[in-house]
T-cell receptor, first 110, second 112 residues
């Protein structure tokens, strides 16, 4: 039982490049979320999903896209990376309460 | 809107107690507490639902005052393993579980 799996663990991008951060969960959870963590800012919600085919914006959605075609997967897309998107990204899933977090992706945009 | 945590940082000696507060400007349905060790993912501690409930987890307990829209986390007789950053997460009355909004965190350092 892997829980929440995020890939890659580390990534360096050049400004303007695109990439997809992968997130998969094997707990059959309805809810999945993406957060970014920056020093002193806590965890800020980017996008979330309440089930396959349903997504919504969080606190800081600009510059990011998501989709949820299956219950298990919730990828986060950066269409044109900017230095301001340098951060640690966490994916989380939840049934009806407790959030289980993935191990994170450390992204640097140069 | 992000809940506000206080204090921002706490330094304790082993065996001392600490309280971390979390307050929101909007009506809350539930409050979550998580702990994050350096370089690791946040780990769930407990959830409190509206109703003034108090919960405990080892020597860590929490309360939730829905009228004041506040929650407090109590760490009793702290251990070295309690060091880390503590986050509260809040769900509003009309929010679903996916829209958990976190505070900025409180860093706790426990020294021998």
């Amino acid at each position: 039982n892997a829980g929440v799996t995020q890939t890659p663990k580390f990534q360096v991008l050049k400004t303007g490049q695109s990439m997809t951060l992968q997130c998969a969960q094997d707990m059959n959870h309805e809810y999945m979320s993406w957060y970014r963590q920056d020093p002193g800012m806590g965890l800020r919600l980017i996008h979330y999903s309440v089930g396959a085919g349903i997504t919504d914006q969080g606190e800081v959605p600009n510059g990011y896209n998501v989709s949820r075609s299956t219950t298990e997967d919730f990828p986060l897309r950066l269409l044109s990376a900017a230095p301001s998107q340098t951060s640690v990204y966490f994916c989380a899933s939840s049934g009806q309460g407790e959030h289980t977090f993935g191990s994170g992706t450390r992204l640097t945009v140069v | 809107q992000q809940p506000v945590q206080s204090p921002q940082a706490v330094i304790l000696r082993e065996g001392e107690d600490a309280v971390i507060n979390c307050s929101s400007s909007k009506a809350l349905y539930s409050v979550h507490w998580y702990r994050q060790k350096h370089g690791e993912a946040p780990v769930f501690l407990m959830i409190l639902l509206k109703g003034g409930e108090q919960k405990g987890h080892e020597k860590i307990s929490a309360s939730f005052n829905e009228k004041k829209q506040q929650s407090s986390l109590y760490l009793t007789a702290s251990q070295l393993s309690y060091s880390g950053t503590y986050f509260c997460g809040t769900l509003g009355a009309s929010s679903n579980t996916g829209k958990l909004i976190f505070g900025q965190g409180t860093t706790l350092q426990v020294k021998p």
